[in-house]
Structure formats: C-alpha cells, structure tokens
C-alpha cells in the first residue's frame, strides 16, 4: 500500500524538533570536551590521591605516568600528537555508536532518519542496516565485551585510590563506576546473552531471575546512557582540575 500523498511534512503541531536538536547538541558538546581532553595529554593522574580518570584508563603507553599505568606500559611513546586515550576509545566510543538507544538519538538528531515521529525524512531510500558502514552496527556484543573489561578496570581504579585515604574524588569515581556499571548492565546485548536464547525459562531459574533484573535496567537505558556519559565527563573534569591544582580535593579521611 502506498503512503497517503500529504503534501506537509508533517501534521504535528508540537515542538517535534527540539527533541533531536537537544540531542544534537549534546552530543556535539560532549564530543568536543572528549576530542579536547583527549588530545590534551595532561592532567589525568593525581599522585597525591591516586586518581586517575576514566578517559585514560588504562594508561598503556611509555608517556603515561609510571604511577597512572597499572597495568604496565605495554606499548612505546605514540608519535606526533596522539596520545594514551587513543588506544582504548575505539572500542569506547564503538559501544555506544552502536548501542540501540545512541542509534536512534544520533540516527535521528545527524541524519534525520526520521527527526522525529510522524515526521517525513529527507532520504529518498532506505536500506536500513545492511549495508556499508551500518552493517557494522552488528559488532554491538563484541564492543559489549571490550566495554565489560573497561569497566572492570575503572572499578579497580576508583577501589585502588581508597588506598590513600577518603575524599571527594573517592565518591566522584565510585558513582562513575556505579553508572557506568548500570548503563553497561542495561545493555540489550546483555540482556540477550543472560537469557535471551532461552527457550524454558522455569528451567533456567538463575539466567531467569538474572534477565528480568537486567530486563528492568533496561528500561531505564535511555536515561542511564546520558547519565553515564555525562557524569563520565564530570568526573574527568573533577580529576583534571585537581591534577592542575585549579581545586583542591576536599578530604574527609586522610
């Protein structure tokens, strides 16, 4: 059946367009905070409270830090202008490109595939998917697992800079990880792999028990993809304002 031939683009009289226009904006703030910090090189790693912030963890490179690379230093300096963080953001920033709720934001707030509901778009075709670069959406799980390792290693930095005491910078990096955790967690890939292949739920009572407590993070992934990313660059700016000696971290245990 064809579509109706109306010649509006659309018939809604709301503000359809802020949505996606709040959405680019954002995303274009927080790309260029990311872009800047990391091709900045600076200011990651606080000696005196063994912070170190998410964006360069893990430190991997002969210029990181001695302290900061705790895992060791596996790779030489990078030439030119690149720097430690480059090691770890592709499979970073592959995670929530190709997360379900980051395509549908950046689908519809870059591309205007469709801007919005009931709204027309601009493309004469559609392939969907299936084709060059899209098709690389399908790496989704695997960019799953690279962001669970990532992950585990943040825990252990934000429980390893306990070791010099309790300060703000403690909670900052626990409620980091927390989100982070929740926004990971909530992630369709894991909720398929705990439970989504399953034909006899009453015969798996732990993968059971285990996909309805993702299945309820995942209602909340929306929100707790902009949490994370938000609060992923808060904490950074928290740690580099300390490492520049802009602030002071404020102690409650030393």
Known sequence: MARAE??????????WWLPPLTT?????????????RTFQGDYYWVDQYHYLTPMYSPCLTEECVPAASHFGQWFPAL?????????????????RIT???YRKAYYRAAWASPP???????H?????????????????????YAASLLLLIN?????????TGVGLGNLILLVNVGLLAAYTLSCHSCRHIAGGRLKHFSKHPVRYWTWTQISKLNNRH?????ASLIFVCLTDLYVALVASGTISDLRFIN
């Open 6 to 15: 109306i010649a509006a683009r659309t018939l809604r009289t709301d503000r």
């Open 24 to 36: 680019f904006v954002g995303l274009l703030l927080i790309s260029i905070y990311a872009a800047f």
């Open 79 to 95: 030439p030119g202008f690149l720097t430690p963080p480059l090691l770890i953001i592709p499979f970073l920033l592959g995670f």
């Open 99 to 101: 997360c379900y709720y």
């Open 116 to 122: 919005a509901c009931a709204v027309a778009e601009p």
């Open 124 to 144: 004469s075709k559609y392939t969907g998917e299936t084709r060059f670069p899209l098709i690389a959406q399908n790496l989704h799980r695997y960019f799953f």
């Open 155 to 163: 825990i252990y930095d934000a429980l390893l800079a306990f070791g």
């Open 222 to 226: 929306m929100q707790l993809a902009w």
